[in-house]
């Protein structure tokens, strides 16, 4: 546990042992954050009920909506992949939405009922929240389709970016800092006591309260997270089994005129290379090739290095963990592209596409890892470190 005096303006207040930022000055604002708040959800109701693009290719003429693209690919035969872009472009983010401005509608108007549950549930879905995500699968899709055929964007298109970018400056003027002091005072155990963090909200209780909820957003309380390491090592090492087939497998087929083309991740990246689109080729290799690979060895890097109680390079580990954690999600940007292509080129014997097994194992890796980044305590890294030392 760590005192640290309250940061000043223009301050930030930094852990001691890894440079984690703690707390910056507080902005004791709601009303900003939930006007965007309000302004994304709106903006998000034509994004789903208006096309997002429309493609022409002779002579006829196909339109991509939000949901066209989940259901294509369950109609494709993948009912789970068309279940996992529907939860995170669409029923999670909307879902996200109402229980944010609930909150900061409830805390404007001097209410505090019952919202530590429903604030600790925004934090849990933010990782799945994917509306950005979903539109650099559209940049990509759009990208791949202006080769083959006209292209518009339309409204929902439109409406699609204003809502991304008014829930990336909803959070970002969000100040959870502020939102928890507002729902309940920070109380801390006794001096001489021995003390627990709630690992959502940051209430420091006594360590006699293991096991129970948390007082402020009635989490279960853990002094660590519980079989934190058999669990990622299940997951990690599931994803190492996926991994290959993933990109060996192709992941696209598109059949023109007859004629079949089995498109991998990697054979996509080399599309966009052809096309003179570096910036999406470097961004898709990234995230879809490099990142899922970074992110199991590097979750193997930590299992390992705890099991050993190493310390060699624990504030790396430690910096590394966070930022896994935060971009895991990116990976997901095939997944939506493939599924938009799915949902416009289709002109029958012309030009057709279809999804592969190689999106069903690129898509589990990405949630498994996801899982992992999760479950796993990066505690444990610094207690089993001590442990040796001691």
Not at 192 to 209: E, K, M
Not at 260 to 271: C, F, K, P
Not at 305 to 326: E, K, V
């Amino acid at each position: 546990m760590q005192r640290l005096t309250p940061p000043a303006r223009w301050q930030v207040a930094e852990c001691g042992c890894c440079r984690r930022i703690l707390a910056g000055e507080a902005a004791g604002r709601t009303a900003t954050p939930l006007a965007f708040a309000l302004a994304a959800l709106v903006l998000l109701l034509p994004a789903l009920l208006s096309p997002l693009m429309s493609v022409s290719s002779f002579g006829a003429r196909r339109e991509a909506w939000l949901p066209s693209s989940a259901a294509a690919i369950w109609r494709d035969g993948f009912p789970s992949l068309g279940v996992l872009v529907g939860l995170f472009s669409m029923a999670i983010p909307v879902v996200f939405l109402l229980l944010l401005i609930w909150v900061l509608g409830n805390l404007q108007f001097g209410a505090h009922a019952h919202l530590g549950t429903a604030f600790r549930w925004v934090k849990h879905l933010r990782p799945w929240v994917m509306i950005e995500v979903y539109l650099v699968g559209c940049f990509v899709a759009y990208s791949r389709l202006k080769v083959v055929a006209v292209v518009d964007v339309g409204t929902g298109g439109w409406c699609l970016i204003a809502a991304a970018l008014a829930v990336l400056i909803a959070l970002i003027l969000l100040d959870e800092r502020t939102i928890w002091e507002r729902l309940r005072p920070q109380h801390t155990a006794a001096a001489d006591a021995a003390r627990i963090g709630c690992t959502v909200c940051d209430l420091i209780v006594s360590a006699a309260a293991a096991l129970r909820n948390c007082p402020r957003c009635h989490a279960r309380l853990h002094s660590r997270k519980p079989h934190s390491l058999q669990r990622t090592a299940a997951l990690v090492a599931a994803g190492y089994v996926l991994y290959i087939p993933a990109n060996a497998l192709p992941v696209l087929t598109t059949i023109r005129f007859g004629r079949a083309e089995h498109n991998t991740i990697l054979s996509g990246v080399l599309e966009l290379i052809r096309n003179d689109l570096w910036p999406l080729a470097i961004i898709v290799f990234s995230a879809s090739i490099v990142l899922p690979l970074v992110k199991l060895c590097g979750l193997t890097w930590m299992l390992l290095a705890t099991q050993l109680g190493t310390g060699r390079h624990l504030i790396a580990r430690t910096r590394l963990y966070r930022s896994i954690d935060a971009v895991g999600r990116w990976s997901n940007i095939d997944v939506f592209a493939v599924s938009i292509l799915l949902a416009v080129l289709q002109f029958g014997e012309l030009t057709a596409v279809h999804t592969d097994n190689g999106l069903l194992a690129f898509a589990a890796v990405v949630i498994l890892t996801m899982f992992a980044s999760r479950l796993f305590d990066p505690r444990l890294m610094w207690d089993a470190a001590e442990s040796r030392d001691g």
